[in-house]
């Protein structure tokens, strides 16, 4: 299975690529607001370093978010730019499932996974013991923590900064994973690892607020 991964909804761009089911790359980037100056390039360039044609990927896998608006729609762009001339199956991943998978499985506690998004907001959702959504992603303020947050039966994954650890200290001992690898290199390890990541194949970008849910 050859696997082409990366995600573009944050400003550190991630890519890895699985060739004949072993991992050949992984590479990371802050490119925040040059994506559409370097992505297809570094997209190519990766391949051409892997020594895989563009027309031996099987699948060909881009976060839909959540995450940055712009960066995103430039993701799935470049992965439909890549993928349909070749007709190769584009599936599009949530970055919520990767970190709810990245948790180990004999935590029998709610989970909580955190993205970062602008100035003091993070997104967030809300995983039973199963790792099955209870909530959609949903966002929040530092200033205003959700209450739940508070409670000692959960446990957190994701990017659970400083400033956001220690206003959940204030009021609760907690327990958190803490982002090891990118997403495209721990979605590719759970592939490896036959977990069940759920794929879309409508390409539909994860908006979380309502403003640029409306621009679509």
Partial sequence: MNILAFDTSTEKFSISILKNDKIVLNLSKILNKTYSKFLVSILKKSLEKSNLDIKKIDCILISLGPGSFTGIRLGIAAAKGLGMPHKICILGYSNMDVLVNSVDKNIKKKIITIIKSKKNDYYFQVFNTKKKPLIKTSFFSINNLPKFFFNKNVVFSGDLDLDL????????????YKRKFSNARMLINLIKEKHYIKKNTSLDPIYVYNHYASKN
């Fill in 165 to 176: 650890i220690k206003e959940i200290k204030k009021k609760n001992k907690f327990f958190f």
